[in-house]
């Protein structure tokens, strides 16, 4: 039963103490996590800053692309970056299942090591509960990250405005249709694989070239036309796109075509959307296209002061298709 | 079905739009989380800061003197408290079960917002998952603190030192007594109730009235002797007890008698142990008994450079009794 975690590894004891030197300190070790007093104590950030977080309850726990581990790392940190921050601290707390086999763990635990050293943020406090066989479904986890906003204003979704260009950073859909694919072992969904990757650095390079960006987001659940609704609402602006020039991967489309899905509502976990002066595009594309996480980015439309609150494309056969926001639910637990 | 929570509330469509605006803004009103975008903008936070992080999985979800809801803001104020900081902004993210009621939903949510108000603590991000009906059980909560450390050097288990003297701020054993007992219907088990506080204020007026504080932690999971094994472990130090100076309600003693429990290793939500020099535990004292929370406090042992990370108890009859840490799980989803 040594491979298996047992309750008692969430009691506060003995046991929980071995599980977060085993495992934890392991794979996150940094100096501030290993102080393990009630709270991190952090002396250089400078404000202002920004905080988000967010639960992870994906499942499978390990497809294409990434992880439960990896995506909990990158979700956050690309949140933060979203208000122009260089994210800085995660925090880290887990929920796991009685019977949990401990090198599941351990492989979901390493992937987030490594995904917080690739983007240069550091786990400094965490929480671990262990609930009883049946009460959770494997692992959940939360981060919740920190980071110093170097840009004034930060971009908003309050922020778009009349003439601005609407880009993103590459093709739409890969983790939406990864994960749903994972899950129901559909074989014919051979080539696709999730974009979850970190994007504080391609972000900030974005920020540095184009020196004004009013909005930054990252289409995660609801996909690209459901977050461009927020910001069409929260903004009072008129969104347009151009169909074809919004980038899909083949691989993504006739995967949607088949399974009658949408790829402009699937979730992302490493693409951003980017709203700022026309006259700024092609400088903040340039960078984007210099990341390895940009190289499809693209002009996809641009803001007007028609209908508020509107989100329209217009069709590669020339037609006018109002996208609204995502009803109903596409797919449970796809981060 | 409009009663009970759907899937597609954890979606980020229109229904998680709802969800958001008819519960969360309405009970956690503030015009940091009002703006709704990827991440908060905090632009008043003086560093040095502390965080710290909680998962709640409590159960049941309301319990004699709170809830899941307000033990999410207890806990998590009291840890970044206990660093010698005022916490000022905290996240929160739940994990809903498809099918929640949602009356239940908003008494938990009404609850964690009267909760921060009490504390002055402001909830300005935060993330919603719903999984499947059996993917969790009903509901758990995270939330993340941030506060502003007012003290230097900050408390911290790593500093307890010979000579200190060693006080609690109240009772011990109130919460696990009595979650236990509402868990099992344990109809004897008629007047006790959770401690669940916010302890800033207090810790505030101790450190002002003491002037030096070594050591803060609050004894939450595996209780006072598990938290003194882990600053005795932290700091290289010999703890030593007064078992007739350790408040213990009496209805906790006949209770845990009853059912062959140990109050010292039973959880708290709303007490502290504080580690400070001999010559200010008077004024420590006076402060904490100032305290609605801290009625009850006491000193209850002292630091020596005896055996490095031992804690004993001198008995009520003059024995010495070692106490070790909690080994196995007295009861999990405690907090």
Do not use: W
């Amino acid at each position: 039963m040594d491979d298996c975690l047992l309750l008692d590894a969430g009691s506060g004891g003995r046991a929980s103490q071995r599980l977060v030197a085993q495992c934890f300190l392991r794979h996150f070790a940094n100096p501030l996590l290993e102080r393990l007093d009630d709270a991190a104590l952090l002396r250089d950030l400078r404000g202002p800053l920004a905080m988000s977080t967010d639960s992870y309850t994906v499942t499978p726990l390990f497809f294409p692309g990434g992880s439960i581990g990896s995506l909990a790392v990158h979700g956050t940190v690309n949140d933060v970056s979203m208000l122009g921050a260089h994210p800085r601290y995660l925090s880290c707390a887990f929920i796991l299942e009685e019977g949990l086999p401990l090198d599941v763990l351990e492989r979901v635990v390493a992937d987030m090591g490594r995904a917080a050293r690739t983007a240069g943020v550091q786990i400094v406090t965490g929480d671990t509960k262990v609930v009883p066989r049946g009460a959770c479904d494997k692992i959940f986890i939360n981060t919740t990250g920190v980071g110093e906003i170097f840009t004034a204003p930060a971009p908003s979704g309050h922020n778009a405005r009349p003439g601005d260009a609407v880009l993103v950073s590459g093709a739409m859909g890969d983790h939406g249709l990864t994960v749903m694919g994972s899950r129901e072992s559909l074989s014919f969904l051979t080539d696709v694989a999730s974009d979850s990757a970190p994007l504080n650095q391609m972000i900030a390079d974005v920020i540095a070239a184009a020196g004004e960006v009013h909005v930054l987001r990252d289409p995660t659940r609801g996909g690209l036309a459901t977050t461009l609704n927020e910001i069409a609402e929260q903004s009072q602006v008129c969104i347009s796109l151009e169909e074809e020039h919004i980038p899909v991967h083949e691989s993504v489309k006739s995967g949607c075509s088949f399974l009658g899905l949408d790829p402009l509502y699937l979730a992302n976990e490493g693409k951003c959307i980017c709203i700022l002066p026309e006259e700024k595009a092609e400088a903040a594309l340039a960078a984007m296209r210099a990341s390895p996480y940009g190289t499809e980015a693209a002009r996809i439309g641009s803001v007007s002061d028609g209908k508020a609150g509107q989100v329209s494309l217009r069709t590669r056969i020339g037609g006018q298709r109002l996208l609204g926001m995502l009803e109903g639910a596409q797919l449970p637990r796809i981060c």
